[in-house]
């Protein structure tokens, strides 16, 4: 198979047929380096498509999806020789034509400053299994510097999730010690730094969060206690809008452990509460926006109100959720189409839930006017989905961000505020 140079390759990128193909984990994409690289990150221009997804039966339609086709040419590198054949001879024997090896990444480009790369901003607030197995056994880790740390099994109302197999050391967090059961809003800073406090939580503490997705149903009385790892995020913006200094989310939740093969355990793990948080709450105030604040977006050119629903919430057809009556949308809101409905985000998520590459999510957004030069509240039904966003949007450095806290649920319980339905 043909094997071009770090010359070669640049060469190549100047023309539109060509796909670069990094066949590396998410994680190395991202930014994380792991074989002691000079630089972390992916050649400019790069697709991810870990080696670990060839196991997956839509592999092919995966590919199609990153609009990697047969009449393109393809260029697939990594740091490891075995993997980048492995996805090239895949990608040979489904019928591309045009496939070659860049072998030089860390011997060739990432030594080299004037190659360009780039990498997620705020990589390190989206760690891997491996980082996180690291600060357990040694209480060190890359990219940290902090000498403590509480890791947060999050979930809602669903113990029995912890009590199945949870990461050594992590403690349970039902989402409901954050959020109010009477609306799902943030609870109020008095109940946030009683509830911080009691977790262990300081704002100078380093926190990582992730939760256990088990395939929610919407006919479910309770879906969110199948999608903890959702409501991981969740919490992770609660604690962020807090003040907490060093928020960290698995990337990928329990999953990316499991996939690992790194041991779960039973064990109940105490909490070590802290006598006071130290800072006051909120620390980032402008993280999250209520009503008010929402319909003022609305009218603001340059200001968007991001509805992270389905499509048939967003029409009206369904409300998403079986505690909602009424189906619509806020009117004037733009799509930001999370997936098939109130309890998934497969547009923001990879198949074994790792986070999207954000290349992708930038695009997605794009398409509705959503982008890092606007300012962009994210909502869903209660706060959960809008949040992932904001996370996603969090973790690229966009400056201009927040979650409208009340979303559908709070807007649609109040007869005056308007409502539309149908396709816009």
């Known amino acids: 198979m043909k094997k071009l140079t770090a010359e070669e390759l640049l060469a190549a990128q100047g023309t539109h047929r060509i796909r670069l193909v990094d066949v590396r984990s998410v994680?190395?994409?991202?930014?994380?380096?792991?074989?002691?690289?000079?630089?972390?990150?992916?050649?400019?221009?790069?697709?991810?498509?870990?080696?670990?997804?060839?196991?997956?039966?839509?592999?092919?339609?995966?590919?199609?999806?990153?609009?990697?086709?047969?009449?393109?040419?393809?260029?697939?590198?990594?740091?490891?020789?075995?993997?980048?054949?492995?996805?090239?001879?895949?990608?040979?024997?489904?019928?591309?034509?045009?496939?070659?090896?860049?072998?030089?990444?860390?011997?060739?480009?990432?030594?080299?400053?004037?190659?360009?790369?780039?990498?997620?901003?705020?990589?390190?607030?989206?760690?891997?299994?491996?980082?996180?197995?690291?600060?357990?056994?040694?209480?060190?880790?890359?990219?940290?510097?902090?000498?403590?740390?509480?890791?947060?099994?999050?979930?809602?109302?669903?113990?029995?999730?912890?009590?199945?197999?949870?990461?050594?050391?992590?403690?349970?967090?039902?989402?409901?010690?954050?959020?109010?059961?009477?609306?799902?809003?943030?609870?109020?800073?008095?109940?946030?730094?009683?509830?911080?406090?009691?977790?262990?939580?300081?704002?100078?503490?380093?926190?990582?969060?992730?939760?256990?997705?088990?395939?929610?149903?919407?006919?479910?009385?309770?879906?969110?206690?199948?999608?903890?790892?959702?409501?991981?995020?969740?919490?992770?913006?609660?604690?962020?809008?807090?003040?907490?200094?060093?928020?960290?989310?698995?990337?990928?939740?329990?999953?990316?452990?499991?996939?690992?093969?790194?041991?779960?355990?039973?064990?109940?793990?105490?909490?070590?509460p802290v006598s006071d948080f130290g800072a006051p709450i909120p620390g980032r105030t402008e993280f999250i926006v209520d009503t008010p604040q929402a319909k003022e977006i609305l009218q603001t050119p340059g200001q968007n109100l991001v509805s992270v629903r389905s499509w048939d919430e967003f029409i009206g057809k369904v409300s998403g959720y079986n505690y909602i009556q009424k189906k619509g949308r806020i009117p004037g809101a733009v799509f930001g189409n999370c997936g098939s409905d109130a309890y998934h985000m497969e547009n923001y998520r990879n198949l074994d839930h790792t986070t999207r590459e954000y290349h992708e999510i930038v695009d997605l957004w794009a398409e509705v006017g959503v982008t890092r030069e606007t300012y962009n509240a994210y909502y869903c039904g209660t706060g959960w989905r809008g949040s992932e966003a904001f996370f996603n949007a969090w973790l690229m450095g966009w400056p201009r961000i927040s979650v409208y806290d009340g979303g559908w649920f709070e807007w649609s319980a109040d007869e005056n505020n308007p409502v539309a339905t149908g396709v816009p």
């Not at 740091?79 to 591309?96: C, H, L, P, T, W």
Request: glycine letters at 8%; hydrophobic letters at 35%.
């Open 27 to 272: 994680d190395a994409y991202n930014g994380w380096r792991f074989n002691g690289e000079a630089r972390g990150g992916h050649i400019r221009g790069a697709r991810s498509l870990p080696v670990k997804w060839l196991d997956y039966i839509d592999w092919p339609e995966i590919i199609r999806t990153k609009n990697i086709l047969p009449e393109h040419a393809i260029v697939v590198y990594s740091d490891n020789r075995e993997q980048m054949e492995k996805v090239a001879g895949q990608f040979s024997r489904i019928g591309y034509p045009d496939v070659a090896l860049y072998p030089g990444l860390l011997d060739e480009w990432m030594p080299d400053r004037d190659l360009p790369m780039e990498c997620l901003p705020n990589y390190r607030h989206l760690v891997p299994a491996s980082w996180l197995d690291g600060l357990l056994k040694t209480g060190r880790a890359p990219e940290y510097d902090n000498d403590r740390f509480v890791l947060c099994h999050a979930h809602y109302q669903n113990r029995a999730a912890y009590e199945k197999g949870h990461i050594p050391g992590a403690v349970d967090l039902d989402t409901n010690t954050l959020e109010s059961p009477d609306n799902w809003n943030r609870r109020s800073p008095e109940e946030l730094k009683l509830a911080l406090e009691g977790l262990g939580i300081a704002h100078d503490t380093t926190v990582i969060l992730y939760g256990r997705f088990s395939f929610p149903d919407n006919n479910d009385p309770f879906p969110g206690s199948a999608a903890g790892h959702l409501g991981a995020i969740r919490c992770a913006l609660i604690m962020m809008y807090a003040g907490v200094k060093d928020v960290r989310v698995l990337n990928g939740g329990l999953q990316s452990w499991i996939d690992a093969g790194l041991p779960l355990s039973t064990e109940d793990t105490p909490r070590r």
